[in-house]
């Protein structure tokens, strides 16, 4: 999903140490203003520290890391290298054979973002695996290939068109092939088994992975459409995400809708330009509504729910806190769903989004990547527990629909100043001026508390800013470097969001 529409260029960083530098490139250059966000200027101030480089603000065409446990007819068919499409193809065969199957998609989660969990185990010395690691080791692993039809990098909709139903399609396309004719997802096939079907997402319900699941539009961004389709066919037996204003009749607000009357969103309004109300569609399919986590924890199993906890997307991971408590989290969502579906006879199928990791990276904030990442591990957790109840009849798959942002973490050459330098056990001098990152400085990612996002719309001045980024990082920047940022926050263009 595509949240910041700066044009970025590819780039290759520089290295550079110099305390008042600030992006490699320089920000009046014509060339590169475009790199002058406060993301891009951010990064390049604490360059230094975090040896952190992105090479895009967008996705790229690195295979995803899969993994995978359960029957191993189904789990060797995704082991190794694959196409997409194969996921639905093993899915759909899996839910014939009554299988049960529980898909985890981390949206926008390459190699880079999936292995920052993994090493920071490794830089704390714990010697639990993740889960990732776990499900990897048990059962059989493998990357993804996630080009879409005709092209080599993707977005969300075609990807999860081709996870969803095994179809790749043109980019923004969602359940149509590449003709534009509705193609039949996994979830249609379990449905049509009479198994029990649950979505989670903490982006909208009606964004493009989980629509891939149950929608046929030609443009991602028809979401009134895709609500009004969701609610036509109300097949679903749990919907739990965010997106709730385009679920309601234009001109009108929450508070002017009696399930939502109370909700935290109540002010907010629709989305929709028509008179068309799938809230009530829902309810005349005796669908329970529901609008926070209390709520979400009252449901019983003999109810069909439609949980709408936000009116756009879910607070990231790492922006979680009092305020906003009674907003579920994703794996607090995806057990909820879990315990709802997972006691079928006829069994089910379960796709949970984890949609912070590509909004985050679209942002190149690796703090937050790194939490949305510990996030789908949490997730992870709890599925592999009801996988390991009947792991006969139970496939357990995470994956990615493509990566973003070209994360990667790099070594740094600095000068003599700041050489190592070690005697070996022969009594010869070693030395380097290449910093590999230790692991000390690489565990300051996890001291990040908030995000980038969070930390430039809070801070009204340059010198709050330099505060700020103090008190929810473990970076330092100059108040030169503040200045330079805080004027890109609020004077870009570009980012009309974190306009004053
Ligand atoms: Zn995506």
Known sequence: MLIFMVNFYCIAYAQDNKSDSLAMYHPESSIWYPHSTPFYLFKGAVYSQSQVVWATSFHTATPVPLGCVGPEKYTRMLKSVNPNTRVA????????????????????MGPGHFSLPVYMRLAKGDTLPTMFEKIMHEGDCGYLLTNPAGGLVTGSAAAGTALATGTKTRMDMVGVDTLGNPVKSALDVAV???????????????????????????????????????????????????????????????????????????????????????IDTFKSHGYRLIHNEMQLQS?????????????????????????????????????????????????????????????EAHANDIGAVYK???????????????????????????CADHETGGLGIAYRKVDDNEKETF???NGQMWETKTKALSFYEFKKLAAQDASLASIFKKS????????????????????YQAQK????????????????
Request: charged fraction near 25%; proline fraction near 5%; charge should be negative.
């Open 372 to 398: 949305a990442v510990e996030e789908m591990n949490e997730v992870l957790k709890n599925a592999y527990r009801v996988y390991a109840k009947n792991p006969q009849k139970t496939l357990l798959i995470f």
């Open 460 to 479: 009204g001045s340059a010198e709050e800013l330099q505060q700020n980024i103090e008190k929810h990082t473990a970076y330092t920047v100059s108040l």
């Open 299 to 359: 449901v019983n199993n003999a109810e069909k729910v439609l949980g709408l906890f936000s009116p756009g997307g879910l607070p990231a991971p790492i922006d979680r806190n009092e305020s906003n408590k009674e907003i579920p989290t994703v794996a607090q969502m995806s057990k909820k769903a879990l315990e709802l579906i997972g006691d079928n006879p006829k069994g089910f199928f379960i796709m949970t989004e984890c949609a912070r990791i590509d909004w």
């Open 89 to 108: 193809e093993v899915m759909k065969e899996a839910l014939s054979d009554k299988v049960n199957v529980i898909l985890v998609i981390g949206d926008g």
């Open 192 to 278: 049509s088994l009479g198994m029990k079907t649950a979505l989670v997402t903490d982006a909208a319900i009606t964004d493009a992975t989980p629509a891939a699941f149950y929608a046929h539009v030609i443009q991602r961004n028809l979401q009134p459409e895709i609500a009004r389709q969701l609610a036509e066919e109300n097949f679903i037996d749990v919907l739990l995400g965010g997106g709730a204003s385009n679920f309601i009749p234009q001109n009108t607000t929450f508070g002017h809708c009696k399930d939502f009357e109370d909700c935290g969103f109540a002010n907010d309004s629709s989305s929709r330009k028509d008179d068309i109300n799938p």
């Open 485 to 500: 940022i805080f004027e890109a926050a609020y004077q870009s263009p570009d980012m009309p969001k974190y306009k004053k």
């Open 423 to 425: 005697r070996c056990a």
